[in-house]
């Protein structure tokens, strides 16, 4: 629940690479910093003993960061002063390593210039600082008021400077990895100060050799991974222009403290450049920032992976640097939409545009997101005004001008946003294998793929190479499946900006998909100069049996489901708002790539029903009554993913009569909530679907998902590959239009979020056959709370006669 940052200052020094460790003991959390000039160590109580009851909420909780910032680092009992690197820059160490002993005690290993590596002991934090240890002087160890510096030197040169340094703890021993500018890795042990391998990493390189050890190593890096089972594995980065490669290596032990290592893998690389990488059991996961400094991230299994080729990790993409505006929209409504909608930008570079843009030093971390958005509002139409020296304008003079300045600051919120998703490193946590990438200004979560949107995002260059997919089991129907796919891709490809954009605003207003599919499938014949439409109906041959091959698309994107039955809550498990908004924006990340996924499907069914039983002399055999229902069955998923998405935009907002509706509503006996929806920061803004998921559908989802499960007995199951998507998963079904639980509009009407379920009315009553009667009940209470009496009537008459026996009686 760590939801708020807290920063750090350390005047005048630089942090080092690989200069922070976390780590947890039973009844503390400690963190290590070290940099240029001093190492410092700070002890914090460990969640579990500031909270132990499971009925705390998430609003009672504070941070174990919350008081931090009011420690200075400089003090005695956090920091020591490395008396070796004080004078010039050049006399600092150029990498470091940080742990906690066995015994308590705090260790920094520091590389300096001069090629040695220097080991830093603190004791433990809870005995004296000043001298109450004592420790042997010699030529390797020196007293310095209860810090122990231990040189381990050997023949040191400039050479061998270690760029990159990793630790491994033994029960009676401590290993020190150093990666130096001559290529070679070392292994050092703590407890003998000495040398116990020396490894030429060069010798793993196929070709090149020469060439590449005439020059110093600059960025090489390494990374240690460990389990009893496999024992210590070493991933090594050679950065070499042109040939950057992976060496994964096995450390081996033999009698008489002897080691090795054998060579597992080598895998080569893209040519971007590397930001961090991580070892696990399997894989090396890596982030790269490629020419147009967008951030890539990858995986690869250094076992099993014959072809060396890496998997794609689809990252969120860049805001658009244009916006389009139609003629007939109001400029400011399009750029807020744009600017506050999900998945685009954050909160941060929003605040920082807007300092900018006003040229002063307020701060706006206490506002909310909602009095945020009426702050951009303000600023940017009285710097409009403030340009306009005439009286009178026409009105397409003044949208080109609302357009000039909305444009200057969403730019300046393109520059901010780019500098806060500069990533900075990748985390893996060993408990859970959830994948994060720190960046700048925020941290990204990594969700695994659906096997759909999986093919459906994927490159040529691996569909090709791909043989066989989750969603079908033999051989025949893989082949099928992902032919379609690739016919949809080419109809996403084909497709003009400006007909993707009129599918998109005919979904909004609920046209009939089909009729909408078929006029830009004509607009693609029409415009069709280089034959594209035409190979795609050639690669149609490719498909054997595309009717089922479309069944079994269908069935993949259909999240209807029977109602879930509520039991019980499971503590506080994924219950934090960052959960809520990382869920939240894995919805709409989902229904967005699903609705596109839809539209290429309804038009390549048109053009299935255009070419008829017979492609260039080759039968099909389709049926186009089968053809016609399976449009009908994808405009309908079409439409569901469209509002699901639509659902996300939502926000919330605290209604000034909330206290007179809750009233109406226990009258009514439709809710048993008092207390209001809670105020959310400018950091963290609340969607109704993250209001829902907090309130209802959490509870819900964790109560299926182990009502016939030992969550004790079975720790596998919090794996956060599977977890989260089983929990998106669920969560997508409340969510799902045709859901009968109804369980989402009914969390809007108890906590008064009228205009939001007006629109949800509106958006699923024309076409949506489930719930008639709820949905035009809870139309009818929003006009009671808005004011309408005169349309309350024939809402509640018109949805208990279209109830069921079950609605009615909730009614």
């Known amino acids: 629940l760590l939801n708020n940052a807290v920063r750090l200052r350390i005047p005048n020094c630089l942090l080092l690479p690989g200069g922070v460790c976390i780590q947890e003991t039973f009844n503390n959390v400690i963190i290590l910093i070290v940099t240029s000039q001093s190492v410092h160590r700070l002890v914090l109580p460990h969640p579990s003993h500031m909270y132990r009851s499971d009925l705390v909420t998430e609003l009672q909780m504070q941070s174990i960061f919350t008081d931090i910032g009011k420690l200075n680092l400089n003090e005695p009992a956090h920091s020591y002063v490395l008396p070796f690197a004080q004078g010039t820059q050049t006399s600092a160490p150029s990498t470091s390593a940080a742990w906690i002993s066995h015994q308590g005690e705090a260790l920094f290993a520091l590389a300096s210039p001069s090629g040695a590596i220097t080991v830093v002991t603190l004791p433990a934090h809870d005995q004296d600082v000043c001298g109450s240890l004592k420790f042997e002087n010699s030529s390797m160890m020196q007293r310095l008021a209860g810090w122990m510096p231990t040189a381990i030197r050997g023949d040191q040169s400039i050479s061998d400077l270690a760029i990159s340094l990793a630790v491994h703890q033994l029960e009676d021993d401590t290993f020190i990895f150093a990666l130096c500018q001559d290529h070679k890795l070392r292994m050092w042990s703590l407890k003998h100060q000495m040398c116990l391998l020396v490894t030429d990493m060069l010798d793993y390189m196929p070709a090149g050799r020469g060439e590449v050890k005439a020059s110093p190593a600059q960025a090489h890096k390494l990374r240690l991974f460990f389990s009893s089972s496999i024992g210590l594995c070493l991933a090594i980065y050679l ?49 790269w920032l490629d020419n147009d400094n967008q951030t890539v991230a990858k995986y690869i299994s250094f076992e099993h992976n014959t072809t060396g080729t890496w998997n794609q990790v689809f990252v969120q993409p860049s805001p658009e640097e244009e916006v389009h505006v139609g003629e007939d929209q109001d400029p400011r409504e399009i750029y807020l939409d744009v600017l506050f909608s999900p998945l685009r930008f954050t909160a941060s570079a929003i605040i920082k545009a807007l300092q900018i843009y006003k040229r002063g030093t307020e701060r706006y971390s206490d506002l909310s997101w909602e009095e945020l958005k009426k702050e951009v509002t303000v600023t940017v139409e009285n710097e409009l005004q403030g340009s306009v020296t005439e009286y009178e304008f026409c009105q397409e003079d003044y949208r080109l001008l609302q357009v000039e300045f909305w444009s200057k600051f969403y730019a300046c919120c393109l520059q901010y946003q780019d500098v806060l998703s500069t990533p900075l490193a990748l985390h893996i946590s060993p408990a859970t294998a959830m994948v994060c990438i720190l ?104 498909i054997n049996n595309p009717i089922v091959a479309i069944n079994m698309l269908l069935r993949e994107l259909d999240l209807e489901t029977d109602p879930l039955r509520v039991r019980i809550s499971l503590s506080q498990l994924y219950g934090s708002s960052v959960a809520a908004s990382l869920i939240g924006q894995a919805v709409c990340q989902t229904a967005m790539t699903r609705t596109l996924l839809c539209r290429d499907l309804l038009i390549l069914q048109q053009l299935y029903l255009r070419i008829g039983n017979n492609l260039n002399g080759a039968p099909l055999f389709l049926s186009k009554t089968k053809i016609l229902h399976r449009l009908a069955v994808s405009s309908g998923l079409s439409l569901s993913y469209k509002i699901v998405a639509v659902f996300t935009y939502f926000m919330c907002y605290l209604s000034l009569f909330r206290n007179a509706d809750l009233q109406h509503l226990s009258v009514l006996e439709l809710s048993d909530s008092t207390t209001p929806t809670s105020r959310r920061s400018v950091l963290n803004p609340q969607t109704v679907v993250e209001l829902f998921y907090q309130n209802v559908a959490r509870k819900a989802i964790m109560s299926q998902i182990f009502s016939q499960q030992d969550v004790e007995g079975n720790q596998t199951m919090l794996h956060w590959p599977q977890m989260i998507s089983s929990v998106l998963t669920l969560f997508c079904q409340f969510l799902w239009p045709s859901n009968p639980s109804f369980l989402f509009p009914e969390c809007l009407m108890v906590n008064c979020q009228y205009a939001q379920l007006q629109e949800c009315v509106r958006l699923v009553g024309p076409w949506c056959q489930v719930n008639v009667g709820s949905y035009r009940f809870v139309l009818g209470h929003c006009y009671l709370a808005s004011g309408e009496g005169q349309k309350v009537r024939i809402c509640i008459t018109s949805g208990v006669i279209c109830c069921d026996r079950n609605q009615r009686s909730r009614i």
């Not at 994964?248 to 290592?261: F, G, I, K, M, T």
């Not at 499938?521 to 490719?542: P, W, Y």
Request: glycine share 2%; hydrophobic share 40%; with cysteine.
């Open 239 to 287: 950065a070499v222009p042109k040939r950057s490669q992976f060496c994964v290596l096995q450390l081996v032990a033999s009698e008489n403290n002897r080691y090795s290592l054998d060579h597992i893998s080598t895998l080569f690389s893209t040519q971007e450049t590397l930001v961090d990488f991580v070892l696990t059991a399997t894989d090396i996961w890596a982030v």
């Open 439 to 542: 960046k700048k200004g925020f941290v990204s979560f990594l969700l695994p793929c659906f096997a759909i949107d999986h093919l459906y995002l994927s490159s040529d260059d691996y569909l090709i190479s791909e043989e066989e997919t989750p969603i079908a089991e033999d051989s025949e129907m893989s082949h099928d499946i992902l032919q379609l796919v690739q016919c949809l891709r080419m109809v996403n490809e084909s497709l003009p900006e400006d007909m993707a954009y009129d599918m998109e605003k005919a979904l909004e207003d609920l046209l009939s998909p089909e009729k909408v599919s078929e006029k830009v499938l004509e607009g693609l014949l029409a415009s069709d100069n280089g034959n594209v439409i035409q190979d795609i109906a050639n690669k149609l041959q490719d």
